[in-house]
């Protein structure tokens, strides 16, 4: 009985092992699209904020840009999985990671603030450590050392903003945020186009 469950267990990790190797199961899009607009929201709360410019609907602008987000992530996933009409293991496990941490964050920046639960400025390295796990995660999964290595740069941004908390963690964060996110997502879409040119030859 427990040889055969080892067995089970071991066709498991191998079926995602070749998963992952058959076919890369992150382009980058996601990555590309939330970082922008992320980005852009944490320019937009740190001049708002600046500039003393309705800085009390800084929460609703947030909102706006968060439920625009989920509905056009989910049109992005929608034509990218007809698109690939390829499904694997590794990439269902990859994107039950990022909706896990999407609520997460969401819970963070909306529920946790709202709540009183800690001073808002801290809601930029609360979320930060939070993608240092997604993202070490995301490169086990994906077999990418160097994505694994990225969490390393959020936690550390992450403690620093923790030690040095103020306005100005939104404009560290935004530039986490381009170097973290945004160019590892530019460096998976890259490799994923090169992978589908080599996989039509």
Known sequence: MESKQAELELSLIKKIMEDTRRINIDNGVHYIFWGILVAAGLLINYLMLIMDFYEKYAGFVWLVLMISGVVADILIGKHQSKRSRVSTYGGRLLSSLWLASGIAMFIFGFVGSFAGAYNPIYICPIIATSLGISYFTSGSIQQLKWLKMVSLGWWSGAVVMFLFP????????????????????????????????????
């Open 166 to 201: 103020g306005i100005h963690t939104l404009l560290i964060f935004a530039l986490m945020i381009i170097l973290f996110q945004i160019v590892p997502g530019i460096v998976l879409n890259k490799k994923s186009r090169e992978y589908l040119v080599e996989a039509a030859r």
